[in-house]
């Protein structure tokens, strides 16, 4: 069975914190990652692929451990617009059909 | 990347109606997906939408629930169809580029069947 597993949180924060998200996944054929961000009553957007070697972005940093077969976001300095829902996405190749959505980690930054 | 317009953004049905979401795209696309996000749960994926031929639907989806039409490269419809309150959910038009590329969402439509 496909699975993506996140911590659903809510994590709050302070303004300026380094928050960690991790996510896991059980098929050891997956091909790429996503993270993307909801808000509230919003539709999901793409915030950052995750590749093999790490990327960072700004504040936002992404990493993938294939070997013990999860994700991380890395959110560095935390603004109060950083408050969201944070969805893990997985693709285990092929058509966008096998793309596998996390249930999100819900982020809240407090001033 | 594309501009995905969906409508209507929200709608609250008696249950038995049914209502057409239209989705459109600034540019032609290959590949078309339509999601289900019920409260509180991750996006399901309930079918692809395939130009010119009939959509290819997921495990738990049929046809007769939720019809599409794919009727040229830049547009499609999902139907939901004798609505009960199980179907409150909000539902995504998504678009994405080659196999493995990552997704786009149209701003979806929350439906609330009473």
């Known amino acids: 069975r496909k699975e993506v597993e996140q911590d659903p949180g809510p994590f709050n924060v302070p303004e300026g914190a380094t928050v960690a998200f991790n996510c896991t996944y059980s098929?050891?054929?997956?091909?790429?990652f996503f993270w993307y961000r909801q808000d509230c009553r919003k539709e999901p957007k793409l915030l950052m692929s995750?590749?093999?070697s790490g990327n960072e972005d700004g504040r936002f940093t992404a990493q993938l451990n294939r070997a013990s077969q999860y994700i991380s976001l890395l959110i560095r300095d935390s603004k109060l617009s950083d408050s969201a829902t944070y969805l893990c996405v997985v693709n285990y190749g092929g058509s966008q059909g096998n793309l596998i959505f996390g249930k999100g980690t819900k982020l809240s930054v407090k001033p | 990347s594309a501009v995905i317009s969906q409508k209507p953004s929200r709608d609250i049905c008696q249950r038995g109606t049914s209502l057409t979401i239209q989705c459109q795209v600034d540019s032609q696309v290959t590949m078309m997906f339509w999601y289900r996000q019920q409260p509180g749960q991750s996006l399901t994926l309930i079918a692809t939408?395939?130009?010119?031929?009939?959509?290819?639907?997921e495990s738990g989806f049929v046809i007769d629930k939720f019809p599409i039409s794919r009727p040229n490269l830049t547009f499609s419809t999902l139907t939901v169809s004798n609505m009960s309150p199980e179907d409150s959910s909000i539902y995504l038009c998504?678009?994405?580029?080659?196999?493995?590329?990552?997704?786009?969402f149209g701003n979806g439509t929350r439906l609330t069947v009473t």
């Open positions: 098929n050891s054929a997956s091909q790429s």
């Open positions: 998504s678009v994405a580029g080659t196999a493995g590329s990552p997704l786009h």
């Open positions: 995750v590749y093999s």
């Open positions: 939408a395939n130009q010119g031929s009939e959509a290819t639907y």
